[in-house]
């Protein structure tokens, strides 16, 4: 869930996920919890394709796990398909630029803000080469 509405709904076998104290996978029947999403992709093996996988590059969030359903709160979410990798990459040369621009003028607010805006677009591209 973002934002703009729903990015995915389907079941799943497995949720592969990497919170800010590491990698998780979620089997059905998971331990209810809360934990504090990285800036990464989230892999889903889907119930009725186990050969199937779907990608998503989240910005961070919230993954709550309730009772055998698994939601993600993030300010964004993109599936694979619908990435633009082309508009990332050129996300990824601007945050590049900005960071050497904040370095230069030694602003620390601009250049970590730019870095994240790196660490974002380089997430796009790996999730939208998933295809």
């Known amino acids: 869930m973002t934002p703009d509405g ?3 709904d389907h079941h799943a076998s497995i949720v592969s996920v990497r919170t800010l104290d590491g990698e998780m996978g979620i089997l059905p029947r ?3 919890m809360i934990a504090v999403l990285a800036v990464d992709e989230v892999k889903v093996k889907r119930v009725d394709d186990e050969n199937h996988v779907n990608w ?3 910005n961070g969030g919230v993954i709550e796990v309730a009772n055998g359903v698994i939601t993600i709160v993030a300010d964004s979410a993109e599936r694979a398909r619908d990435i633009d990798v082309s508009r990332a990459e050129r996300a ?3 945050a590049e630029r900005e960071i050497e621009e904040a370095q230069d003028k030694h ?3 601009q250049e970590r803000r730019a870095k ?3 660490q974002r677009a380089i997430n796009r ?3 939208g080469n998933r295809l």
Request: hydrophobic share 60%.
């Open 56 to 58: 998503i590059a989240v």
């Open 30 to 32: 998971h331990e209810n």
């Open 6 to 8: 729903l990015v995915y």
């Open 125 to 127: 591209i790996n999730v």
């Open 92 to 94: 990824k040369l601007r």
């Open 116 to 118: 994240i805006a790196l």
């Open 107 to 109: 602003l620390i607010d």
